[in-house]
Structure formats: structure tokens, C-alpha cells
């Protein structure tokens, strides 16, 4: 059985939302397993580089990228600049708008679907991603 820390050495990972939370958690388990890391965050640079380190301290390479993701722009940024860096195995996209509180709390699901639902259920953004992968105007699974 393979070490732990080498189950997945080689492999490059992004983890969008990964400055934080369940996408930190997420980010810093790939990078004790062996993976390169590409963090994402929105605007919080500071934690962002704190994951960023972690990798680095491994061994791993890493790097950060800020990115507004309910911008069609910045996604199509995000998605060049991994590429750029290097080929990517593994792509976790745990960023996400909070829906439940706040002022979108009241937002009818039609109205959560079509101001969030790009982000989740983005074709373009998918094929860009995966770019071996066909697509068609359907969401990718």
C-alpha cells in the first residue's frame, strides 16, 4: 500500500473557494497526499497564500489565483491560468454562493437558478476545463 503522503504525487489539483472552509480542508488533504495545488479564492489573498505555503512547505508547488467566479471573465481566467501553470488531473470546484441567508434567502429557485446558476451548471466553463471532454449545449455532469 502506497505512503499517504504520496497517493497522489505528480497529480495537479485545483480547488476553487479554497482559501477557507471545507475548500481549505480539501486543498491542504490533497497536498499532504502528494498533489501540486492551484488555490483559488475570491478576494482573501491572505489565507489563500497561507494554503499556498502549506503545499510549498511539502514540497509541492503551488500557486494562487484570484478569481471572481460569477464573472464570466474571471472564470475563463482562472481556467487559462491553470493550464498555463500546468496540466491538471484533478479539479474540484467547491466555491459557491450562499443562497440560504441573507438577501438571497428570499430568491424563488427560478431566481437562484438563473443568478447562480452558471456557476454550477456551466458547459463552457466545464469544456474549458476538461478540454478532451464533448460538449453540447447540455450541463455537464
Not at 478569481?67 to 491560468?81: W, Y
Request: some cysteine; aromatic content about 4%; charged content about 25%.
Amino acid at each position: 500500500m502506497p505512503n499517504a503522503a504520496d497517493i497522489l504525487k505528480g497529480q495537479t489539483a485545483v480547488v476553487t473557494g479554497s482559501s477557507s472552509g471545507i475548500g481549505r480542508a480539501t486543498a491542504l488533504a490533497l497536498a499532504d497526499a502528494g498533489a501540486h495545488l492551484l488555490v483559488h479564492a475570491r478576494q482573501n489573498g491572505s489565507d489563500a497564500e497561507k494554503v499556498e505555503f502549506h503545499a510549498r512547505s511539502l514540497g509541492r508547488d503551488s500557486r494562487v489565483v484570484l478569481a471572481e467566479l460569477s464573472d464570466p471573465a474571471e472564470q475563463d481566467r482562472l481556467v487559462e491560468n491553470a493550464w498555463a501553470w500546468r496540466p491538471i488531473d484533478i479539479w474540484i470546484n467547491n466555491a459557491g454562493a450562499d443562497v440560504l441567508t441573507g438577501d438571497a434567502a428570499g430568491w424563488s429557485f427560478e431566481d437562484s437558478c438563473r443568478r447562480c446558476g452558471r456557476l454550477m451548471l456551466s458547459p463552457r466553463c466545464d469544456c474549458r476545463v476538461l478540454p478532451d471532454k464533448e460538449c453540447g449545449n447540455a450541463a455537464m455532469a
